[in-house]
């Protein structure tokens, strides 16, 4: 635990420190070394399957941004679905911040998309942000293609939670829904079922993406 905490601050840059403060705001900037994202995934690969990992991966909480940022990648680069699971469910009440819940992507989950969907219910109903966010955020990046259903959308819908990040993500789920599932989603909006404040930042997140196209932002712009 020690010797990887002193390699993370080998890489420290104190100007990408200073800045990346102020993207994570929710942290405060003691607990941010500065270490660049390629350096931290060079240094996951390069961990990858080692004893070392593995004690580090059993070491919560961690101290800094960059450790859970780094616990995320090590998570995410294994590739034994049941290993990779318990390890993530683990982890998930100690991630505190935004980014480290949007890094954490597991490859295994991939593969067996019908086992993941059975967590997700059950992420979705938890008390804890990030843990909510990264339910959403696996229905966002899992179950929007060849695998969606029309039940899926209803349950991000029924999330009500006063917390800025859960609701960030809610509005990032619609806005990509939409340039995924037009016909399943617009309905959300020409019925107003979000609340103003997700319903008025979903468009806003729609009509800034460049995967819809500008008659269907039209569109949106007079839902608002």
Same mark, same amino acid.
């Given at each position: 635990?020690?010797?990887?905490?002193?390699?993370?601050?080998?890489? @420290? #840059?104190?100007?990408? *420190?200073?800045?990346?403060?102020?993207?994570?705001?929710?942290?405060?900037?003691? *607990?941010?070394?500065?270490?660049?994202?390629? @350096?931290?995934? %060079?240094l996951?690969?390069?961990?990858?399957?080692?004893?070392?990992? %593995?004690?580090?991966?059993?070491?919560?909480?961690?101290?800094?941004?960059?450790?859970?940022?780094?616990h995320s990648?090590?998570?995410?680069?294994?590739?034994?679905?049941?290993?990779?699971?318990?390890?993530?469910?683990?982890?998930?009440p100690?991630?505190?911040?935004?980014?480290?819940?949007?890094?954490?992507?597991?490859?295994?989950?991939?593969?067996?998309?019908?086992?993941?969907?059975?967590?997700?219910? @059950?992420?979705?109903?938890?008390?804890?942000?990030?843990?909510?966010?990264?339910?959403?955020?696996?229905?966002?990046?899992?179950?929007?293609?060849?695998?969606?259903?029309?039940?899926?959308?209803?349950?991000?819908?029924?999330?009500?939670?006063?917390?800025?990040?859960?609701?960030?993500?809610?509005s990032?789920?619609?806005?990509?829904?939409?340039?995924?599932?037009?016909?399943?989603?617009?309905?959300?909006?020409?019925?107003r079922?979000?609340?103003?404040?997700?319903?008025?930042?979903?468009?806003?997140?729609?009509?800034e993406?460049?995967?819809?196209?500008?008659?269907?932002? #039209?569109?949106?712009?007079?839902?608002?």
């Amino acid at each position: 635990m020690d010797m990887i905490t002193q390699r993370l601050f080998a890489l @420290q #840059d104190k100007e990408y *420190q200073a800045f990346h403060s102020r993207i994570v705001s929710n942290l405060p900037p003691e *607990q941010i070394i500065g270490v660049r994202t390629p @350096q931290l995934r %060079a240094l996951a690969k390069e961990l990858a399957n080692t004893e070392e990992a %593995a004690a580090f991966l059993e070491e919560l909480p961690h101290t800094y941004f960059e450790e859970n940022q780094l616990h995320s990648f090590l998570i995410s680069n294994i590739r034994d679905f049941s290993e990779s699971m318990e390890a993530v469910e683990k982890f998930l009440p100690y991630v505190d911040n935004w980014a480290t819940c949007d890094q954490l992507s597991p490859k295994a989950f991939r593969k067996t998309p019908e086992l993941l969907l059975e967590k997700i219910p @059950q992420w979705l109903k938890s008390t804890e942000t990030y843990t909510i966010r990264f339910g959403i955020e696996m229905l966002m990046n899992h179950f929007l293609d060849e695998r969606f259903s029309a039940e899926y959308p209803e349950w991000v819908a029924a999330v009500e939670s006063e917390e800025y990040y859960v609701n960030m993500m809610i509005s990032w789920y619609f806005a990509t829904a939409l340039a995924k599932q037009w016909d399943a989603i617009l309905p959300y909006f020409q019925s107003r079922r979000l609340s103003p404040w997700l319903h008025k930042k979903s468009i806003q997140k729609a009509t800034e993406s460049f995967r819809i196209p500008t008659n269907r932002k #039209d569109l949106l712009r007079t839902l608002k």
